[in-house]
């Protein structure tokens, strides 16, 4: 009895210091944080590698503490690269969570510095014409009403990075304007919006009649809804005005824009 007793206490031991040596594994879990560079200009790709202690089962990535952010859970083994860029200046913190087989989660943050390298300022957009300018596109007015003539609303999308987890660019909206109502001046000042941008990235311009404060008709007599404009022809000459004109749909517009120094 007394050895069977012996025996049983041995057991007990070796089981709750093996429970005990894997809880402290499990508690001790921690993430390190490589960023590829801290200090980027506008539009500039860089990269922060996540190195874990133990596979990494789920991973957060915010830039708002969390109050958005895009949350995955795949094999990421013990080592993972996520994607980056910003097209706004200043300071930005990246939170990032991970939690590993056990459910238990670390947490830790990078700060980025963003300065406008070589990149241009949007200040302002002006229409000269579009596709049916002054004619009715509220036929509930008459004629004679100036509500009858289009409420403007133009857009401009670029390539934007989708997800930190997945290096994939693709066109998105980067910038809606205010609604000029009736075709009014048609101009818009933008200098407030921090419109800062890649001069070698294109963009898409979109100009839309705004019914009910959604999209009613297309003024670029779509397909295609936008047309591409580009900024790269203006690198040496730098106009703070460029026009652009699309003859086939009646479309010309001016970008007003500021360069770097």
Not at 70 to 89: I, V
Not at 132 to 140: A, C, L, Q, R, V
Not at 185 to 201: F, G
Not at 241 to 260: D, H, M, R, S
Request: aromatic letters at 12%; glycine letters at 6%.
């Amino acid at each position: 009895m007394r050895n069977e007793s012996l025996f049983v206490l041995l057991f007990l031991i070796i089981g709750c210091s093996s429970d005990s040596n894997e809880n402290e594994n499990s508690n001790t879990f921690s993430i390190n944080l490589t960023p590829s560079t801290t200090n980027v200009v506008v539009d500039q790709a860089f990269t922060i590698t996540v190195s874990a202690s133990e596979e990494i089962k789920e991973l957060w990535v915010s830039i708002d503490n969390f109050a958005t952010g895009g949350y995955a859970q795949r094999q990421f083994g013990t080592s993972y690269t996520l994607n980056f860029n910003f097209d706004t200046l200043g300071q930005k913190t990246i939170s990032i969570r991970a939690r590993n087989q056990n459910n238990v989660v670390s947490e830790k943050q990078v700060v980025i510095t963003v300065s406008r390298g070589n990149a241009l300022k949007i200040n302002g957009v002006q229409v000269i014409s579009f596709y049916g300018i002054n004619t009715t596109y509220d036929p509930e007015f008459p004629a004679t009403n100036p509500n009858h003539l289009a409420d403007l609303r133009f857009g401009l999308s670029k390539n934007k990075l989708g997800n930190p987890l997945d290096n994939i660019y693709s066109p998105a909206y980067w910038y809606l304007s205010s609604v000029i109502e009736n075709q009014g001046s048609m101009i818009w000042d933008c200098s407030n919006d921090n419109l800062y941008l890649n001069p070698n990235a294109p963009l898409k311009f979109g100009l839309v009649d705004i019914d009910n404060g959604i999209a009613g008709a297309d003024l670029l007599n779509g397909p295609p809804d936008y047309r591409e404009i580009s900024f790269s022809n203006y690198l040496v000459t730098k106009p703070t005005t460029i026009t652009y004109i699309f003859p086939e749909i009646n479309l010309e517009f001016k970008v007003f824009v500021e360069w770097a120094n």
